[in-house]
């Protein structure tokens, strides 16, 4: 398949099933690392980790529905997923460092809540691009598709 024979839906789509299982984990790590009052490194720490445990978790869901062994699986969830959400995840920690004081706002502020949305979003949008072209080219997410 040649560059451009994936659509932006496609691309987008995957995107969005990414960013299901980052933003769950993303979301949960700065919660309890907020509510821990970790430090803004333990707290992306965290946050990353769980991103990729719940990122992960989600395309694993699917294709041990689909019938595959746990060991196949994982294979399949880390060649479909690990760059989108790392690029997801350095986007959008990124953006959550450069915005003044959203680390340290706590989670009653709408500096918090604010800043982790756009963070979300503009991996997203940064993150479409990324995906149709691995996806073009027969990687990431396209690897997944032979099980849905």
Known sequence: MGQGATSWRTAAQATLHCLTGCAIGE????????????????????????????????????????????????????????????????????????????????LASWLFWGALAFALAAAFVLTVPINRWLISRGKGHAVVHAYH
């Open 27 to 106: 979301i949960l790590g700065m919660i309890i690392g907020t509510a821990l009052g970790l430090s803004a490194g333990a707290t992306i720490a965290l946050a990353v980790a769980l991103a990729f445990v719940f990122g992960y978790a989600l395309t694993m869901r699917g294709v041990l529905k689909a019938g595959l062994p746990v060991r196949q699986a994982l294979k399949v969830a880390l060649a479909a997923d690990t760059v989108s959400i790392l690029v997801m995840e350095i986007i959008d920690n990124s953006v959550m460092i450069a915005v003044p004081g959203a680390m340290d706002a706590g």
